[in-house]
């Protein structure tokens, strides 16, 4: 990492996980979804409302946890708010991609996310970094799954 953007990240991650977007919870009907990172003692709790299409209408979450965690989760929502289903999970994948294959070139849509990818050579902050977007995966597939339920 150059000294800029190591600056940049901490001042991004430090932002973030001071005044987190988008905390607090939905209303119904939403897909609450628990997630933990024992290893840090990060907590989520992501709360996100999927339109008939699938696309991500709305997201919020609570949590605690290191800042690492709390920012991730902070500036996904602001990424994934109003996606469609297609954009959400391309974001999911190249996030991933980003964190923990090693990316040098992350794509410009994660924005400030990309800034996230320095965690990559630590294992445990993965972890951090992650927690947020397991979630989220896991919150698409029980809208999902409750879909395929209902018709
Ligand atoms: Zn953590």
Not at 59 to 74: K, N, P
Not at 90 to 119: I, N, Q, Y
Not at 140 to 149: L, T, V
Request: charged share 25%; hydrophobic share 35%; aromatic share 6%.
């Amino acid at each position: 990492m150059n000294p800029d953007f190591e600056e940049l990240y901490q001042q991004v991650i430090l932002d973030h996980s001071k005044r987190p977007r988008n905390f607090g919870a939905l209303e119904d009907p939403a897909v609450h979804v628990d997630g933990d990172n024992p290893s840090c003692g990060d907590e989520i709790h992501l709360h996100v409302r999927f339109g008939d299409e699938g696309q991500v209408e709305d997201l919020r979450f609570t949590g605690v946890g290191c800042a690492i965690s709390q920012a991730s989760a902070s500036l996904m929502t602001l990424k994934l708010k109003g996606k469609s289903k297609k954009d959400a999970l391309e974001m999911l994948t190249s996030f991933t991609d980003v964190v923990t294959a090693g990316e040098h070139e992350a794509p410009k849509m994660l924005g400030d996310l990309r800034l996230l990818g320095g965690v990559r050579k630590f294992p445990q902050r993965v972890k951090c970094a992650m927690l947020a977007w397991r979630a989220f995966e896991q919150a698409m597939q029980e809208a999902s799954s409750g879909k395929i339920s209902t018709e």
